[in-house]
């Protein structure tokens, strides 16, 4: 089975663009977390559905960002608009359980300029 | 202050050494991850305790409840090992990391 598969690898944008990530998780699983790192932070999460349903929003830095997750196959992130301090990478990660063990995508490496 | 403190920050060791990576958290958990970050980037979920020991290959995970304390072990060190190692802990509808052990093993 195909791991968490995650779109773009790479991104590239400038300042007050809108930049969609996008996630598909490992089929069967119930959970979806998206995290960003960066060097000054680390990890952090920011939100995570349940059942498609987003549960926890608080780590989400602000209301420029904002996450979906239509069906139990596909999720996106959208930035709207970008900052330079939005550069980092974005994992996506989905589970069996919000309780179980996490499957990383690869991420996507977003640089705003 | 951080929820979640690992040590050490960086840790240089020649192959075949046992290393011990520790981490403490300050906060009720469900559950506490162990994350290797290679390089390249890419994130691995090597263990996931919420009591106990867990062993898988020459890698072994412990944890304290009471002490709120963990330890990632690994034995026979190789070069292959060297990555950053991530401490993560769940609570209530939150997760928070550890700021990672960045781990070198020399050949």
């Known amino acids: 089975d195909a791991g968490v598969i995650q779109s773009p690898r790479h991104e590239v944008t400038e300042m007050g663009q809108e930049v969609t990530l996008r996630c598909k998780p490992i089929?069967?699983?119930?959970?979806l977390f998206w995290y960003r790192q960066t060097m000054m932070r680390g990890l952090e999460l920011l939100i995570y559905f349940n059942n498609n349903v987003p549960i926890d929003d608080s780590g989400m830095p602000e209301d420029r960002f904002s996450a979906k997750m239509p069906n139990a196959s596909f999720s996106t992130l959208k930035i709207q608009p970008s900052e330079p301090r939005d550069s980092a990478v974005y994992f996506c990660a989905s589970s069996p359980l919000f309780t179980g063990e996490l499957f990383f995508g690869e991420g996507s490496r977003l640089t705003v300029l | 202050k951080n929820e979640v403190e690992q040590s050490p920050q960086n840790l240089t060791a020649q192959e075949g050494e046992f290393i011990t990576i520790n981490c403490s958290y300050s906060v009720g958990i469900s559950a506490l991850h162990w994350l290797q970050q290679h390089p390249g980037g890419g994130i691995v979920s090597l263990f996931m305790?919420?009591?106990g020991k867990k062993k898988h290959g020459r890698l072994i995970a412990t944890i304290n409840i009471q002490e709120k304390h963990s330890s990632l072990h690994i034995t026979a060190s190789h070069p292959r090992d060297s990555a950053v190692y991530i401490c993560?802990?769940?609570?209530?509808?939150?997760?928070?990391f550890g700021a990672g052990t960045r781990l070198t093993v020399k050949p």
């Open positions: 089929s069967g699983h119930n959970s």
């Open positions: 305790l919420s009591s």
């Open positions: 993560a802990v769940r609570y209530n509808n939150d997760m928070r």
